[in-house]
């Protein structure tokens, strides 16, 4: 394919891949300059074989996307502010990392080069693209110590000559790596809304032992092994016996002759791992640091009740709950905390929701209980949260349910003779969660949530 030639992405592709975009406003954040110190949304995407190599030998590229699955990693790359790489990638590849949809908008390209290895020059292809206006200046991070070197002084002015940079980061290196913390916390603070990382094979394998730092998967799997000595995408586990990653939300789309699986990754954090990390630890961390710390331990935004019998309960309001992760997080959280987690499913177009809401809240703000409390919205789309009311077994709107330990222990539902809209109903209800809660959470579904 000339590389020239512009692609079309059918609009079946565009569907397929519209749950696992990032949201509207992180896409066009730093463009509107309002992104800065936020947390970047992450895609991870790449082609692999079907003996999960992504190069026959390292150093070697290696076609393996067919034109469909082209053009779709084409149309993801338009719906992000950057996309990164690896300096290994940008060495042995010499990638464009441009957009070529007619009309649609350029990611920033990134390369995560720590020890200034890659040669970049008025004739790599990035910077082609960009001095041509078919791409955006190349963003190149560099460890602080090569600040002010001749060498990267002499990248520095090629860079910016297209709109470029070097980036450089002073961070606190992991096992011979920065934290991938670190990072996407430096793209945050230059305000990327949102970042497509395409490889390679480390960058890859580094995301996928912290899949809680990852949104969306979407993997191309061609119709091929390359066979012993090629570059493999196989991450470490963090714990023996379990799973590097796991992925729920999953879909799958055939393109030509390629097959490809978008997910999200189930997030499940090892915290003693995490919080052992000496970046996570460090109490001089920066402010930028501090928020992808808490990325990383995947918390919702959790708030405190402004009452003072909240704040000696130590109960907790996360924020809505919009998709299956999060609804899961939020579990695990409730189970760590060993409370009771009260869940209010809801929908924008239920008005018995919005009736019973005041009611559940002022009983929740002023409950001793210690309990733990999330609305979660039905109607939230691209979470899968039809699927989740299901499993859950949601017959009617609005429903009170608890959990704890990760089973169902208690149900109130609008239509026991209106009790939810019936403050001392509700409190009564509260006090048999949380006594049941600390007999140890006899579910009255027992099973259904392993």
Known sequence: MPPHETLTVPAAVADFLAPYLPPAAAASAADAGAGAGATPFVTLTYATSLDSNISLAPGVQTALSGAGSKALTHYLRSQHDAILVGSSTAIADDPGLNCRIAGASQPRPVVVDRNARWAVSAESRMVVAAAEGRGKGPWVLVAGKHC???????????????????????????????????????????GVGSVMIEGGAGVINGLLREPELVDSVVVTVAPVYLGQGGVNVSPQREEEGKPAATFDGVNWMVLERDVVMAARPVHAPNYAILLSRPHITNPQSSPARRTMILRTLRLPLQ????????????????????????????????????????????????????????????????????????????????????????????????????????????????????????????????????????????????????
């Open 303 to 450: 708030r405190r009740f402004n009452s003072s019998a909240a704040a000696a309960s130590k109960a907790r309001l996360y924020d809505p709950i919009e998709n299956a992760h999060d609804f899961h997080t939020a579990l695990r959280l409730s189970t760590t905390a060993n409370a009771p987690l009260v869940t209010l499913w809801t929908a924008s177009y239920c008005p018995s929701c919005r009736a019973v809401a005041p009611t559940v809240a002022a009983a929740l703000k002023e409950t001793a209980h210690g309990v733990q409390f999330a609305e979660v919205r039905l109607d939230a789309q691209g979470g899968d949260m039809g699927e989740l009311g299901l499993r859950h077994m949601i017959r009617s709107l609005p429903t009170l349910l608890a959990f704890h330990r990760g089973e169902a222990i208690e149900e109130l539902r609008m239509t026991d003779a209106k009790a939810m809209g019936d403050r001392r109903r509700v409190d009564e209800w509260l006090a048999e969660v949380a006594e049941k809660g600390r007999a140890g959470g006899s579910g009255w579904f027992t099973g259904l949530f392993g």
């Open 148 to 190: 002010g070197t001749r060498r990267v002084d002499a990248k520095d002015l090629v860079l910016r000559a297209v709109g470029g940079k070097v980036v450089f980061v002073d961070a606190e290196e992991e096992e011979g790596a920065w934290p991938w913390e670190e990072v996407l916390a430096v793209l945050g603070d230059e």
